[in-house]
């Protein structure tokens, strides 16, 4: 449930990390604030107030002459900041409901009901930063204008917006350090996806925190490693494969000197099967000098594959899905789909051709007619120099390098081959290449 709520990236988790206890840390901060240091900060002052206008009321007394009056309200509106006014009838106004008063209404309302004894009413006042406060004395009605800022205490409000404010630039503050420190860790991302996709992107610079910039530079090494190990592997097998042809050759010209007979027939045509398999390792082996992917339409790669087929005077149907641009190391990739499409004719009659993009990936089909793959086989064709059929008959198949090339080349990509059964009867071969 709280996972749910929690964002999924590392930026926002970081984010709640910090933001959550700031904001705790305000609430609380406001809600003592608010509960004891206002209250009693407005009781105070209600009560100061309320001290103030009952002196005045005493000092008054029961039937003041106007000097008085007038003496008096001038010493209150130099010393004490209240202006007030007495007016003859000692009849109170009925109450209004005044409810943007300004100041806390129930302190004002406690300390005048506790220390003043008369009756009362509150009103906004006469300016914008004025409560009317009226009571009903014995000499009349007196009206006194009590400035807001002896009520409240104006500086609550500058806290607040001091909390508000700084707790924004903070905010801010980490946002903009946090983006930094994640952009590190979503570059070694990219790096890595495209590594695996077969793309040799350039040596980056490492960035960000220690331990980012120790990922990457680890993920750098590992990345030359593998790719030294690689180049390692395909050059010593090539030269293998090479050296193997002396002595092949060497065999080859002895046997002709051994004259005819049916077992040195055999063992001519092992030979030529040898031979055939060093060429087409070899051959393999030089594809993969690596070769740099460029932007290719996947489409026409298709339909020059088809066409290709069709030239041979054979049938292929191709349909074609949606927009197929991607990066694709382009030789390389037309072989895969040659193999694909070569095995297809060898072993069918009928083959088809079908590529459809999905959100993340292309989809290639390749449909045959023919007797398929039992299940239980689909993993072993992959194996190199692996054919089911074991006669070594150039008619029911070659060296049995074709799936296992068409395979490192899709897996070079990123991507894979897999194989099912057709619609058509016989076997489907999938390549799923990511996007
Ligand atoms: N479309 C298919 N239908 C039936 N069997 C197949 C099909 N494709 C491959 N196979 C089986 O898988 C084996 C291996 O295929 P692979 O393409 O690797 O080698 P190959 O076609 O025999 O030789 P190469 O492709 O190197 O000339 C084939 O020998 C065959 O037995
Ligand atoms: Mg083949």
Redesign the pocket.
Known sequence: MLKKLLPSSLFGRALVIIVAPIVLLQLVVIFIFFDRHWDTMSERMARGVVGDITMVIETLGPSPSAKNTARLASVALRNLQLEFKLTADAELPPPVSDWQLGVPRWALSRELEDHLGYPYGLHKGGGQNFVAIQVAVPAGLLTVQVPVSRLTASTSHILLLWMVGSSLVLLTIAIIFLRNQVRPILKLAEAAEAFGKGQVTERFKPTGALEIRQAAAQFLDMRERILRHLQQRTEMLAGVSHDLRTPLTRIKLELEMLGFGEEIADLRSDIVEMENMLD?YLDFARGQDQEEPVTTDLGSLLQEVASDARREGRDVGLNIDGDMVLRLRRDGFKRCLT??V???L???SRVNISAARRSDSIVIA?D?D????PEA?REV?????????QSRNPD???????????RDAARSHGGDIT?STSPLG??R?LVHLPI
């Open positions: 087409e193999n694909l070569g095995n297809a060898r072993f069918g390749v045959d023919g007797p398929g793959i086989d064709v992959f194996r190199p120099f692996l054919r089911l059929e029911t198949g070659g060296v049995g390098l074709g799936l296992s090339i068409a194989l016989g076997l071969a």
